[in-house]
T-cell receptor, first 121, second 114 residues
Framework: AQTVTQSQPEMSVQEAETVTLSCTYDTSESDYYLFWYKQPPSRQMILVIRQEAYKQQNATENRFSVNFQKAAKSFSLKISDSQLGDAAMYFC??????????????????FGQGTILTVHP | ETGVTQTPRHLVMGMTNKKSLKCEQHLGHNAMYWYKQSAKKPLELMFVYNFKEQTENNSVPSRFSPECPNSSHLFLHLHTLQPEDSALYLCASLPAGAPPGELFFGEGSRLTVL
């Protein structure tokens, strides 16, 4: 079974600076997907960024980027120019490849324990 | 705002009570999920539904009973719970044809079992 580990229970950053959240995972599969989700206090969890394991290029979404190291099974999230609105709990998640396109298996994710990010003004 | 609504937002119940959590989405998504979020633990997948049919029960105790009367509504019926069942229960939905992991989550129902 796959496992996802986030070793940083809490992180903090000054507004406008850069922070990196760590995630490692364990799998015997060669093709899979990795995700970072953001859960603001008392608000809905939303998908921040997605990485497909067969793509060597690191995914980016505006101020959010990942450092995907497949051999090391590492998937870190870098937040640049941090903003107060970035304060949230961040979850790293894994999903095996395969399954029917758009089928229910696409929503079956294995999550890490989460990292609480505090942004200081 | 993801379009997935959960009620109630907070619930306190005794171990002998019977209560229900409700999830609603009018996004036309066919797949719906219950996840459990406990403090300092990873989110755990509980149940998966596809067009009202349960496709997965992730070894959840029978004191949790899901119901999906239609593709827009999902319930989690609770009875004779234990204090360790206290957690945030998250509902999520997935659009047909969406890329993997494109889940739409509700805000969750915070359950406290006394």
């Amino acid at each position: 079974a796959q496992t996802v580990t986030q070793s940083q229970p809490e992180m903090s950053v000054q507004e406008a600076e850069t922070v990196t959240l760590s995630c490692t995972y364990d799998t015997s599969e060669s093709d899979y997907y990795l995700f970072w989700y953001k859960q603001p206090p008392s608000r809905q969890m939303i998908l921040v960024i997605r990485q497909e394991a067969y793509k060597q290029q690191n995914a980016t979404e505006n101020r959010f980027s990942v450092n995907f190291q497949k051999a090391a099974k590492s998937f870190s999230l870098k937040i640049s120019d941090s903003q107060l609105g970035d304060a949230a709990m961040y979850f790293c998640a894994y999903r095996s490849a395969g399954g029917n396109a758009g089928g229910t298996s696409y929503g079956k994710l294995t999550f890490g324990q989460g990292t609480i990010l505090t942004v200081h003004p | 705002e993801t379009g997935v609504t959960q009620t109630p937002r907070h619930l306190v119940m005794g171990m002998t009570n019977k209560k229900s959590l409700k999830c609603e989405q009018h996004l036309g998504h066919n797949a719906m999920y219950w996840y459990k979020q406990s403090a300092k633990k990873p989110l755990e997948l509980m149940f998966v539904y596809n067009f009202k049919e349960q496709t997965e029960n992730n070894s959840v105790p029978s004191r949790f009973s899901p119901e999906c009367p239609n593709s827009s509504h999902l319930f989690l019926h609770l009875h004779t719970l234990q204090p360790e069942d206290s957690a945030l229960y998250l509902c999520a939905s997935l659009p047909a044809g969406a890329p993997p992991g494109e889940l739409f989550f509700g805000e969750g129902s915070r359950l406290t079992v006394l």
